[in-house]
């Protein structure tokens, strides 16, 4: 797995595609779509936890992909009791595909950092 990390509108996607030659027809963008075998990349990871609390049911999919995933751990901690938790949960998940994860690369700005 290749897991891609970074902020909102951060380049995640681009990089992730011109990097591992990858295009729009093999991601699956799970902002508005479920999981699908066999897709080289998923992006909006996050989308995808928000909707499903058991994440590690997926792990299957991903451990062959290209995996691009907001970082939502920055900034202000919400009031709302209920986005702190999928927070947790989100940031737990992350946590575990890194640690699976070949590499990991963060992205800021379009540049990019190895972080594993």
Not at 32 to 51: I, Q
């Amino acid at each position: 797995m290749e897991l891609v990390i970074g902020g909102a509108f951060q380049g995640k996607l681009t990089w992730a595609l011109a990097h591992y030659g990858l295009t729009m027809g093999e991601v699956c963008d799970l902002a508005v779509s479920e999981p699908r075998a066999g897709a080289k990349c998923y992006c909006h990871l996050e989308s995808l936890s928000r909707r499903e609390a058991d994440m590690e049911r997926y792990l299957p999919l991903f451990e062959n992909a290209v995996v691009v995933c907001r970082e939502v751990s920055g900034g202000i901690v919400p009031m709302d009791g209920e986005e702190r938790a999928w927070r947790e949960r989100h940031g737990t998940f992350m946590q575990e595909l890194a640690r699976r994860a070949d590499h990991v690369t963060r992205v800021f700005c379009g540049l990019t950092e190895g972080l594993k």
